[in-house]
C-alpha cells in the first residue's frame, strides 16, 4: 500500500526536529487544497503516514514545515525576519502504490530533501 511519510532532523543539533507543524497540500490545476496538518513526535516523525490508501493518489503535493518556530524554541535565531521559516517542498507522486518518504534535514541556515524509503 502507497504512503507519504516524514522525518526531520535537526543537523545543526544532531538531533530529531521535535514539534515542528507540516501542512498538507495538493496541487491540481492551478488550486492549492489542503488535506491535513500534522505535527512531529519526539523522533521527528509522524506518528502514522501522512496520506496513506485511498487518500494517496498520483500527483503533486506540497509539505510545509513550519521551521523558523521550531529554531526559535531551539535558541537558534537567525535575527528578524527569520532566514528560514516557512519551507515549502513540492514534489510529485508518480506511483502511488509506492512508500514516497520525504525527510528534511534543517539547519537555521540551510535545508535539504531527498526520496528515502
Not at 502507497?2 to 514539534?19: F, I, K, M, S
Not at 509522524?46 to 500527483?59: H, K, N, Q, R, S
Not at 537567525?78 to 516557512?86: A, I, K, Q, T
Not at 506511483?95 to 541556515?109: G, I, K, N, R
Amino acid at each position: 500500500m502507497g504512503r507519504l511519510t516524514t522525518h526531520v532532523l535537526d543537523t545543526a543539533l544532531g538531533r530529531p526536529g521535535q514539534g515542528i507543524r507540516i501542512e498538507v497540500f495538493r496541487l491540481q490545476g492551478g488550486e492549492r487544497a489542503r488535506l491535513t496538518e500534522v505535527v512531529t513526535n519526539d523522533d521527528g516523525r509522524c506518528d502514522a503516514p501522512i496520506l496513506e490508501g485511498e487518500a494517496f493518489v498520483t500527483g503533486e503535493y506540497e509539505l510545509v514545515f513550519h521551521a523558523g518556530d521550531y529554531l526559535s524554541r531551539q535558541g537558534l535565531e537567525s535575527g528578524e525576519p527569520r532566514f528560514l521559516d516557512v519551507i515549502p517542498l513540492r514534489f510529485g507522486v508518480a506511483d502511488a502504490s509506492q512508500h514516497y518518504h520525504v525527510p528534511l534535514l534543517l539547519s537555521p541556515y540551510s535545508y535539504s530533501t531527498y526520496r528515502g524509503s
